[in-house]
């Protein structure tokens, strides 16, 4: 072999490591001759266009208004502070969303698989009406016909007169935290130290003697019931300023604008179809063998599911569920369409068409959300390489 | 020796058959069936009680708004402001063409048409799995019909057919060519890519690695964004693209990173002896990929690649945030018409752009699930 490649210079052509090398070195030139094509153009139609180089514009006043923030902001704060809002504003969005998403489609999922013949269909419906309608059309009837169609703040929806719902928003009652609601705070973590730790000593218990405790209903005590005890202990701190009507306007409570409403509505209601579908597809996963031997074993079907399938389950389902979670942060860019002030809206749309910087905001925005699927996913891969079945 | 007793009929032996009893009225039929399937138990039951008040609840009254209530034609907005208990089709009905078509110029219309029976026969011919020379059809769908579209669509002087500006663009043809740019050059670039990720060469394999997991990693609408604002700063001046090229070029970039992601599965699950055995054969890398290993990954990514192109098409919504007038955005444009202004408009018009999607994007997951089926017989053993 050696011999024949020596022989002529035509045969190191047909070597398929040094064709290899050939073919790297053309692409990395193609691709630095892109980047630098590309780069000499960008400077030239900036300089021409008068779009400024630098990352100079973060410090500069902003001179717009956000309807919802936050953390401070004022017309008067920068583009940097700008850029904060609206960071925070998608974060608090995808963290409602993906709360009320997961258990929403757990449950349709669950109802799927139910052997009740007409809930089935009704989560059958609501799956495939779900998924098979565009998100932003979602997004745009919720927010257009029928949040903005709502009745005035006057004839408001109200129900029992906690909450209210009318064209202005979602009105739901404000906790107020007087003096010694802290305590509250230190017992719920308390609690959740404590519940733990009795978890892991159960489980240890479990592994040397096989008795089993009522983990569930211990949790429970400690996590609700440590501080409904300091709650009344310490004179009820936790009072609830609910939202009444004043003039033409209610006061009060707290308002939900109409924007973030639909925005999270929509999100929940979409997302939670895909969270169904992959919960489905993840119990009917694990083999019926599983069940069959687990009852065989004399485990009634509640304990089959807990202790054999959904176990098994989970493991098929975190990380489609978790890409879900991704697409909930991604997709709370439609917030543009609506007007809600997340992100896209305020860095990529106001401060863009502000500053003129479109180089810089777009890297900046798209970092942001790379950094999130990049961390997201590498906790994803440190969380197979745990649960991955141990094969022999 | 007769003894009287064994004469008589003895009375516990049957001499004729029973009568045939019906089966108890819980263990067949439609009692049964409801007991087994909606009051099992008592959760069950409940469940059921509830989903029925349910199902009263909303089908009634939204068949009743659909139909009965409905307004099915009338010249202006005045009668559905009248009744407000029902939708409102007629403004559908007076909008159609404009939903259709946007604002291309009537007498051109037909090239539009046209173009769509086109489309929709090449994409029977290539999705029907008896379908006789697939690959013609494949070939003609990829290669013929987009350069046809284009001339169709935008006009060309050879062909006698006047240049129709794509301001003038708008409705359910811009939703459907931005679906098929994205899927006719997605699906090759997405080739490529996928190959390219399970290159040897480190090179390669980390350039395609960063375009994937980087246009997978953010939203469609930031790439229609840097689509429309960076792509003519990073061209030399005047080679910038049309404004409606624009998005195009991102919605195909963005597909193409998912579907090598579909394609790299497909890849994944084909057999090593498959690839040994065809370089023993002595094929080269291109006849070996093109003649055994993507013949058989493909068609066993075919419904990932459907599920993509269902996600593809919901996307293509988006592009009116750059300015693009797709099916969605014209029904949104109509609502501002000062003679249809009405409570009932909105939701009208939300209901059959729904119906819309819902329409194509049902019938190609039924088709998916049908190729699943298709495939898993043949794998089954």
Same mark, same amino acid.
């Given at each position: 072999?050696?011999?024949?490649?020596?022989?002529?210079?035509?045969?190191?052509?047909?070597?398929?490591?040094?064709?290899?090398?050939?073919?790297?070195? %053309?692409?990395?030139?193609?691709?630095?001759?892109?980047?630098?094509?590309?780069?000499?153009?960008?400077?030239?139609?900036?300089?021409?266009?008068?779009?400024?180089?630098?990352?100079?514009?973060?410090?500069?006043?902003?001179?717009?208004?956000?309807?919802?923030?936050?953390? &401070?902001?004022?017309?008067?704060?920068?583009?940097?502070?700008?850029?904060?809002?609206?960071?925070?504003?998608?974060?608090?969005?995808?963290?409602?969303?993906?709360?009320?998403?997961?258990?929403?489609?757990?449950?349709?999922?669950?109802?799927?698989?139910?052997?009740?013949?007409?809930?089935?269909?009704?989560?059958?419906?609501?799956?495939?009406?779900?998924?098979?309608?565009?998100?932003?059309?979602?997004?745009?009837?919720?927010?257009?016909?029928?949040?903005?169609?709502?009745?005035?703040?006057?004839?408001?929806?109200?129900?029992?007169?906690?909450?209210?719902?009318?064209?202005?928003?979602?009105?739901?009652?404000?906790?107020?935290?007087?003096?010694?609601?802290?305590?509250?705070?230190?017992?719920? %973590?308390?609690?959740?130290?404590?519940?733990?730790?009795?978890?892991?000593?159960?489980?240890?218990?479990?592994?040397?003697?096989?008795?089993?405790?009522?983990?569930?209903?211990?949790?429970?005590?400690?996590?609700?019931?440590? &501080?409904?005890?300091?709650?009344?202990?310490?004179?009820?701190?936790?009072?609830?300023?609910?939202?009444?009507?004043?003039?033409?306007?209610?006061?009060?409570?707290?308002?939900?604008?109409?924007? %973030?409403?639909?925005?999270?509505?929509?999100?929940?209601?979409?997302?939670?179809?895909?969270?169904?579908?992959?919960?489905?597809?993840?119990?009917?996963?694990?083999?019926?063998?599983?069940?069959?031997?687990?009852?065989?074993?004399?485990?009634?079907?509640?304990?089959?599911?807990?202790?054999?399938?959904?176990?098994?389950?989970?493991?098929?389902?975190?990380?489609?569920?978790?890409?879900?979670?991704?697409?909930?942060?991604?997709?709370?860019?439609?917030?543009?369409?609506?007007?809600?002030?997340?992100?896209?809206?305020?860095?990529?749309?106001?401060?863009?068409?502000?500053?003129?910087?479109?180089?810089?905001?777009?890297?900046?925005?798209?970092?942001?959300?790379?950094?999130?699927?990049?961390?997201?996913?590498?906790? %994803?891969?440190?969380?197979?390489?745990?649960?991955?079945?141990?094969?022999? | 020796?007769?003894?009287?007793?064994?004469?008589?009929?003895? !009375?516990?032996?049957?001499?004729?058959?029973?009568?045939?009893?019906?089966?108890?009225?819980?263990?067949?039929?439609?009692?049964?069936?409801? =007991?087994?399937?909606?009051?099992?138990?008592?959760?069950?039951?409940?469940?059921?009680?509830?989903?029925?008040?349910?199902?009263?609840?909303?089908?009634?009254?939204?068949?009743?708004?659909?139909?009965?209530?409905?307004?099915?034609?009338?010249?202006?907005?005045?009668?559905? =402001?009248?009744?407000?208990?029902?939708?409102?089709?007629?403004?559908?009905?007076?909008?159609?063409?404009?939903?259709?078509?946007?604002?291309?110029?009537?007498?051109?219309?037909?090239?539009?048409? #046209? /173009?769509?029976?086109?489309?929709?026969?090449?994409?029977?011919?290539? #999705?029907?799995?008896?379908?006789?020379?697939?690959?013609?059809?494949?070939?003609?769908?990829?290669?013929?019909?987009?350069? $046809?579209?284009?001339?169709?669509?935008?006009?060309?002087?050879?062909?006698?057919?006047?240049?129709?500006?794509?301001?003038?663009?708008?409705?359910?043809?811009?939703?459907? $060519? +931005?679906?098929?740019?994205?899927?006719?050059?997605?699906?090759?670039?997405?080739? $490529?890519?996928?190959?390219? =990720?399970?290159?040897?060469?480190?090179?390669?394999?980390?350039? !395609?690695? @960063?375009?994937?997991?980087?246009?997978?990693?953010?939203?469609?609408?930031?790439?229609?964004?840097?689509?429309?604002?960076?792509?003519?700063?990073?061209?030399?001046?005047?080679?910038?693209?049309?404004?409606?090229?624009?998005?195009?070029?991102? +919605?195909? #970039?963005?597909?193409?990173?998912?579907?090598?992601?579909?394609?790299?599965?497909?890849?994944?699950?084909?057999?090593?002896?498959?690839?040994?055995?065809?370089?023993?054969?002595?094929?080269?890398?291109?006849?070996?990929?093109?003649?055994?290993?993507?013949?058989?990954?493909?068609?066993?990514?075919?419904?990932?690649?459907?599920?993509?192109?269902?996600?593809?098409?919901?996307? /293509?919504?988006?592009?009116?945030?750059?300015?693009?007038?797709?099916?969605?955005?014209?029904?949104?444009?109509?609502?501002?018409?000062?003679?249809?202004?009405?409570?009932? @408009?909105?939701?009208?018009?939300?209901?059959?752009?729904? $119906?819309?999607?819902?329409?194509?994007?049902?019938?190609?997951?039924?088709?998916?699930?049908?190729?699943?089926? =298709?495939?898993?017989?043949?794998?089954?053993?």
């Amino acid at each position: 072999m050696a011999e024949t490649a020596r022989s002529s210079a035509g045969s190191l052509l047909y070597d398929p490591r040094i064709r290899g090398y050939g073919y790297q070195a %053309l692409l990395v030139a193609a691709l630095i001759g892109l980047a630098l094509t590309a780069g000499y153009n960008a400077y030239v139609n900036m300089q021409a266009r008068g779009i400024p180089m630098g990352f100079g514009f973060w410090d500069q006043t902003a001179g717009f208004d956000i309807s919802q923030t936050l953390i &401070p902001y004022s017309s008067l704060s920068t583009y940097g502070r700008a850029f904060w809002v609206g960071l925070t504003n998608t974060a608090m969005v995808a963290a409602i969303s993906i709360a009320l998403a997961t258990p929403l489609g757990f449950a349709v999922g669950v109802a799927r698989l139910s052997p009740n013949w007409i809930l089935a269909r009704i989560a059958l419906v609501y799956v495939e009406i779900m998924r098979n309608t565009p998100l932003l059309l979602q997004l745009l009837f919720w927010y257009n016909a029928v949040l903005k169609a709502l009745p005035g703040p006057r004839q408001s929806i109200q129900f029992s007169s906690l909450v209210f719902l009318n064209n202005r928003g979602l009105y739901i009652p404000r906790p107020q935290f007087d003096a010694g609601a802290g305590w509250i705070g230190a017992a719920l %973590l308390a609690g959740i130290v404590g519940a733990l730790a009795y978890r892991l000593q159960a489980r240890r218990r479990q592994a040397l003697t096989g008795q089993r405790a009522p983990v569930a209903l211990v949790a429970a005590a400690l996590c609700i019931g440590l &501080p409904a005890i300091v709650y009344l202990a310490a004179g009820r701190p936790v009072s609830f300023e609910l939202a009444q009507l004043s003039g033409f306007n209610l006061r009060g409570g707290v308002q939900v604008p109409p924007e %973030l409403a639909a925005l999270v509505f929509g999100l929940v209601t979409y997302t939670a179809g895909f969270i169904a579908e992959i919960v489905r597809a993840g119990v009917l996963a694990v083999s019926g063998g599983q069940s069959e031997a687990a009852s065989a074993l004399g485990l009634h079907r509640g304990l089959t599911m807990k202790l054999v399938v959904i176990p098994q389950a989970m493991r098929l389902i975190t990380p489609p569920l978790t890409s879900q979670y991704l697409n909930i942060v991604k997709n709370s860019s439609l917030a543009v369409f609506i007007g809600y002030p997340d992100l896209v809206q305020v860095f990529a749309g106001t401060v863009l068409n502000q500053t003129q910087a479109a180089v810089q905001v777009m890297a900046i925005t798209m970092g942001v959300y790379l950094v999130i699927s990049l961390a997201v996913a590498l906790a %994803l891969n440190l969380y197979n390489a745990r649960s991955v079945m141990k094969e022999r | 020796m007769t003894d009287a007793r064994l004469d008589a009929p003895l !009375s516990y032996v049957r001499v004729a058959p029973e009568p045939v009893l019906p089966a108890p009225i819980f263990s067949r039929g439609a009692l049964a069936w409801m =007991r087994a399937n909606l009051f099992s138990s008592w959760l069950s039951g409940a469940l059921t009680v509830l989903s029925l008040a349910l199902c009263l609840w909303l089908i009634p009254p939204l068949i009743g708004w659909a139909t009965f209530h409905a307004i099915w034609s009338a010249p202006d907005g005045a009668l559905c =402001r009248a009744h407000q208990d029902g939708a409102c089709w007629a403004f559908v009905a007076q909008k159609m063409n404009y939903f259709r078509y946007g604002s291309y110029p009537q007498t051109e219309r037909w090239r539009v048409d #046209l /173009t769509e029976i086109i489309g929709a026969a090449l994409i029977v011919w290539l #999705l029907w799995p008896r379908a006789p020379r697939r690959a013609i059809g494949a070939g003609l769908f990829f290669i013929a019909f987009p350069i $046809l579209a284009f001339i169709l669509l935008r006009g060309s002087d050879w062909f006698a057919l006047p240049l129709v500006d794509t301001v003038l663009w708008g409705g359910v043809f811009v939703s459907l $060519l +931005t679906a098929l740019v994205g899927i006719v050059f997605s699906l090759p670039l997405g080739i $490529l890519l996928a190959l390219g =990720r399970r290159s040897r060469l480190p090179v390669v394999k980390l350039a !395609s690695v @960063i375009y994937i997991e980087f246009v997978r990693g953010v939203p469609f609408i930031t790439v229609l964004f840097m689509a429309n604002f960076m792509l003519p700063l990073f061209l030399p001046d005047g080679w910038a693209p049309d404004r409606f090229l624009r998005p195009l070029v991102g +919605t195909a #970039l963005f597909a193409a990173a998912y579907m090598a992601e579909e394609v790299r599965g497909g890849l994944q699950s084909i057999n090593k002896g498959q690839f040994e055995g065809a370089m023993a054969l002595g094929l080269n890398f291109r006849r070996m990929m093109g003649l055994v290993i993507l013949p058989q990954a493909l068609t066993l990514v075919i419904p990932g690649i459907v599920n993509n192109f269902i996600g593809l098409f919901k996307d /293509t919504t988006l592009v009116s945030i750059v300015g693009m007038l797709d099916f969605l955005a014209t029904v949104e444009n109509a609502f501002k018409d000062t003679v249809w202004n009405g409570p009932t @408009i909105a939701p009208t018009g939300y209901a059959f752009a729904a $119906l819309f999607y819902f329409v194509f994007c049902f019938a190609m997951s039924r088709y998916q699930a049908a190729m699943e089926r =298709r495939l898993g017989r043949g794998r089954r053993r």
